[in-house]
T-cell receptor, first 116, second 113 residues
Framework: NAGVMQNPRHLVRRRGQEARLRCSPM?????VYWYRQLPEEGLKFMVY????????ESGMPKERFSAEFPKEGPSILRIQQVVRGDSAAYFC??????????????FGQGTRLTVV | AQKVTQAQTEISVVEKEDVTLDCVYE???????LFWYKQPPSGELVFLIR??????QNEISGRYSWNFQKSTSSFNFTITASQVVDSAVYFC??????????FGSGTKLNVKP
């Protein structure tokens, strides 16, 4: 049973380019969460998605960032026109259901985005 | 509002020493969950423990133990007889619902041989 798979593990983009980060949840999981970890900081919640729905995007920057979790395929976090401040590690987590914190979320290994 | 504070930015110990990592949380909800995660230099997040707000029993798992005290809103983590492999950043986190975590800023633990 494969864990949460994120790719790429490392991504380098020039300022102004688009970054696409992919997250394949664990088998049977239909809930996906994205977190961002800036250098030397803890993880910050960005968005919670269920298949084809955004449930909570309270942590998403208002511009340039978007996320989707289509019926088929991985969840995608898209960052348009990247800037140096977007350099961070982006983690995806998945869970089998919407529960309280009693439903364990499994984290992927993260995608490290570097904007040059 | 929810908040998790890990006041210790970095701790250095010598192997075999015991070390306690502090975690203080804030929430007005009566139902919540507390977590500890380990982030080794390779970068992934390793789940260590989950505790719900109704269970104040301390827990021990091998060299790891956790002390949950609602009276002081603390959920401290102790490593007994530390080893070099314990070197990592440790995060405490709080969750109320649907796995929306509030993470502390982390404590970097350096265990020297």
């Amino acid at each position: 049973n494969a864990g949460v798979m994120q790719n790429p593990r490392h991504l380098v983009r020039r300022r102004g380019q688009e970054a696409r980060l992919r997250c394949s949840p664990m088998k049977g999981h239909s809930h996906v969460y994205w977190y961002r970890q800036l250098p030397e900081e803890g993880l910050k919640f960005m968005v919670y998605l269920q298949k084809e729905n955004i449930i909570d995007e309270s942590g998403m920057p208002k511009e340039r960032f978007s996320a989707e979790f289509p019926k088929e395929g991985p969840s995608i976090l898209r960052i348009q026109q990247v800037v140096r401040g977007d350099s961070a590690a982006y983690f995806c987590a998945s869970s089998p259901r919407r529960g309280g914190g009693d439903t364990e979320a499994f984290f992927g290994q993260g995608t490290r985005l570097t904007v040059v | 509002a929810q908040k998790v504070t890990q006041a210790q930015t970095e701790i250095s110990v010598v192997e075999k020493e015991d070390v306690t990592l502090d975690c203080v949380y804030e929430t007005r909800d009566t139902t919540y969950y507390l977590f500890w995660y380990k982030q080794p230099p390779s970068g992934e997040l390793v789940f260590l423990i989950r505790r719900n707000s109704f269970d104040e029993q301390n827990e021990i798992s091998g060299r790891y133990s956790w002390n949950f005290q609602k009276s002081t809103s603390s959920f401290n983590f102790t490593i007994t007889a530390s080893q070099v492999v314990d070197s990592a950043v440790y995060f405490c986190a709080l969750s109320l619902t649907f796995n929306k975590f509030y993470f502390g800023s982390g404590t970097k633990l350096n265990v020297k041989p």
